[in-house]
């Protein structure tokens, strides 16, 4: 608290557009208590000597150094929470000015920046950790970053390697690419048992996966009533109510949160996910990681025209756990095949696969593509996908080319020009579809 409060007397105008950048989010008070929650409870760890801090890459199973008594840090959320906040073009600046390049990871950028300036991590900062874990499920951004961290500050780092399943590789090659993830992850226990002096808590990790389990499954089952008309909720709420599910650092609190709501979806809507009535007129899908900085886009831009995100591949890849097995080698196994195959990092062929399916059962009119200018892997096969999907359905598809934590690559005037035919083209494959 002592750093935030030093924060707010060196930047009161900073800290004011904050202010009003998150409130401009439109979240539920209960999720802007979890979100609460969940920093301070990062700040907390400083005088809590009995738990270790330890600092995670999106995607990395953190269950496994949980279930040894570390807390989940993640840069990217609070590089997240700052880009919705309105407040990282300074912290992306001062990055730029140690020599990071204008077209690296802006989640990287704001986190160095921010940390580098003494910032809290309501804006962005990251203190050091006791470990650090990365995974370069996405890029190998996540690798370097933290391996860099780890050795500024003289602290361990495990960096998990997972093979990218590529077009054409058969279910033999994938079974390879499962035993090596799992032989990193017995090299992780190893890691956590050598660091920490104890033994690996079994029947912790246990717990943990059942949990993680049933935060996803509840979560899938919520996006799912995403299918009716009209869906349940949008876009711009879902992409802060995955937040339970990806930190994971309070997973009775995120099983009760999301059952709540679950429970509500269900007095609304029944407890299956039939079409209703009050269909949106434009139904769209976001592929890509979303502008934190631009809610406007989602609430007023789009929605103006009459056209919602109802689908995203984005969140949902978070909720890829699966139900764990009797054994720890079984578990592992299957903690490891969820890894190598979630949406976000599909290959092509499994990508247009699975986008078909999507086009069918959300209804969609169309689909924005985010070539995101700072996460180029997640970018790559887009122009590919476009012109299969488009082929084959005749799909409006608007290639987006921005960035998600950076409002600096973004500008209303040519981007609303785009969507002003974006959404003429959706009109058109919609009375398309109808005399069909």
Known sequence: MIKLTRFIIQNPKLFAQGIKGYMNQHLSPRLYQIILQYLTQTKMTTVQPWKKFGVFSAGFPTEIPLAMGYFPGYPEAYAAFTGAAGCTVPPIEHAESLGYGRDLCSYMK??????????????????PADAYFSANLVCDTHLKWFESEARIHGKPHFALDVPSLVAGESEERLEEYVDYVVQQLYD???????????????RKFFELVNNSFEISSLFKELNAYRKRFPANRYFEW????????????NQKDAIRYYKKHLEMARKRYGDNQTIASGREKYRVLWEGITLWYNVDLYQKVLADKGAYIVADPYTYSFAARSKPKSTLAETLRQIARDHIIIPFTLNLDRRI??????????????IIMHANQSCRPNSTGLLDLKEVLHKKWGIPVLMMNTDHCDPRAYADGPMNTRIDGFVEMMEIYKEKRIKI
């Not at 879902?238 to 650092?249: E, G, I, N, Y």
Request: net charge negative; charged share 20%.
């Open 188 to 202: 992780l226990i190893g890691f956590l048992e050598q660091h920490t002096g104890r033994k690996f808590n079994e």
């Open 353 to 366: 696969a699975y986008f078909n399916t999507l086009i069918k059962e959300f209804d969609l009119d169309g």
């Open 110 to 127: 704001t986190s160095i920046g921010a940390s580098r300036m003494n910032w809290p991590e309501d804006f962005g900062g990251n203190r």
């Open 238 to 249: 879902v992409r802060s109510f995955m937040l339970p599910m990806v930190s994971q650092w």
